[in-house]
């Protein structure tokens, strides 16, 4: 942990937005997986969004977010633009980063933990009704 650096977190309402960002070291580039996770008290931390950093290609969103949020990179810098958030979204946001991993069933970058190597310490986003 604290290789990567997010912000961004915060309290919206109800349909509200936020852009959470993750900094990364210089070293993490290339052929590189890297994603979002999310953790709630109590709960598995669970996969949100992953990307493969070699060439942008997005390569997993959970089902609870598809639509609403989207990963993307710019330089060494992740972000993750988060829209029409729900209570459900409420949680403590890591970015991680791993080496290129593929399954065998052809999944690249798969939204579990396994493959990431790298993380941030969190960001807070609460979201309230």
């Known amino acids: 942990t604290g290789q990567l650096t997010e912000s961004g977190g915060g309290s919206v309402q109800v349909g509200g937005s936020l852009r959470l960002a993750c900094a990364a070291p210089g070293y993490i580039r290339g052929s590189y997986c890297m994603g979002w996770f999310r953790q709630t008290s109590g709960k598995e931390r669970e996969g949100v969004a992953t990307?493969?950093?070699?060439?942008?290609?997005i390569t997993y969103y959970a089902e609870a977010v598809k639509s609403r949020f989207t990963v993307s990179q710019e330089a060494n810098t992740l972000y993750l633009q988060m829209n029409d958030l729900k209570p459900e979204d409420t949680a403590m946001y890591y970015c991680a980063a791993g080496p290129k991993t593929m399954r065998a069933d052809g999944r690249l970058c798969p939204g579990d933990e396994q493959p990431f190597r790298y993380w941030g310490q969190g960001t807070q986003v609460t979201v309230s009704s």
């Open positions: 990307i493969y950093s070699y060439d942008g290609t």
